[in-house]
């Protein structure tokens, strides 16, 4: 009975803990854009409809994350769901706290702005909470199980980490007004030398990381495999979220298509390389 109260003792000790560091770890990676001035007004302005949708990706999204790399070991994908959903109230308590430190939401406010606001702060802060066990975690801390889970993923699994690396680095870089001016500014060949400069950054990164926990690239493989498999499907994964997060934050309002597949390739230079590097993230 005494070692069955250390045995929870010490599961709670370890939740709590978890939690404290998925705290820290939602205001480390979210704190660029808790300090943006673009983020506080797509708060107040942006379309709901949008935003409740982009809240409702997020969840599976999270579950997947925490499946692989969360705050915390678990065993079952029910676990999972949990943790997803401990991640995203831990992710909108951060953003709260920390937007009303800035000042940033004020009681005065209306009640509609407050939550846009705080709604949105809070989807890159659930990624932050959830993965600052990887990244925050001491030295040791990801149990030999966890990661042969990791190393067995699997190809759909690695195009599910380069979806939510993409979807990251693409959150943090579209609210800001740069991009928009980046994109008029360009021409045609210009962006197919971003293009090119994004498939070449790419593989560079697939082979500097050398699969590194993954089964499911056999030695031996021909690096054109390699390339159409990973670097391309990449490219086109990292296109398609940089799309969708433009057409959220309202960027495809007016325009010709052509101006919008510009602001897609633009916005692609950093989703593809947060596509690339989430494995060394994860």
């Known amino acids: 009975m005494r070692r069955a109260g250390l045995v929870q003792r010490g599961g709670d000790r370890e939740f709590l803990v978890g939690l404290a560091r998925a705290f820290g770890g939602a205001i480390f ?83 509609e702005e407050i939550v846009g606001k705080v709604s949105l702060q809070a989807i890159p802060a659930s990624f932050g909470a959830m993965l600052a066990n990887s990244q925050l975690g001491r030295a040791g801390d990801e149990g030999a199980a966890e990661k042969e889970h990791k190393r067995r993923a699997g190809y759909r699994a690695e195009v599910f980490f380069m979806s939510a690396g993409a979807t990251f680095l693409a959150f943090n870089v579209a609210p800001t007004e740069e991009m928009i001016l980046i994109a008029f500014r360009m021409t045609p060949w210009h962006a197919l030398a971003l293009v090119g400069a994004s498939l070449l950054l790419m593989h560079a990164f697939v082979f500097a990381v ?38 959220t934050f309202g960027r495809y309002e007016e325009g010709a298509y052509s101006v919008y597949l510009m602001e897609a390739v633009v916005l692609g230079f950093p989703a593809s390389l947060g596509a690339a590097a989430a494995r060394l993230i994860l």
């Open 210 to 247: 050398e699969f590194r926990g993954t089964a499911s690239v056999p030695r031996g493989t021909p690096w054109w495999s390699v390339f159409l498999r990973y670097t391309v499907v990449g490219y086109a994964v990292a296109l398609g979220v940089s799309a969708y997060v433009l057409w």
């Open 29 to 111: 990676f979210s704190l660029p854009l808790l300090m943006t001035m673009e983020m506080w007004h797509l708060g107040f302005y942006m379309d709901r409809t949008r935003l409740v949708l982009f809240m409702l990706l997020m969840v599976p999204m999270l579950i997947g994350l925490d499946h692989y790399s969360g705050f915390r070991e678990t065993s079952s994908w029910g676990e999972d769901a949990v943790d997803g959903v401990v991640a995203y109230g831990v992710g909108f308590a951060a953003s709260a706290v920390v937007l009303a430190l800035l000042a940033v939401i004020e009681p005065s406010m209306p009640a």
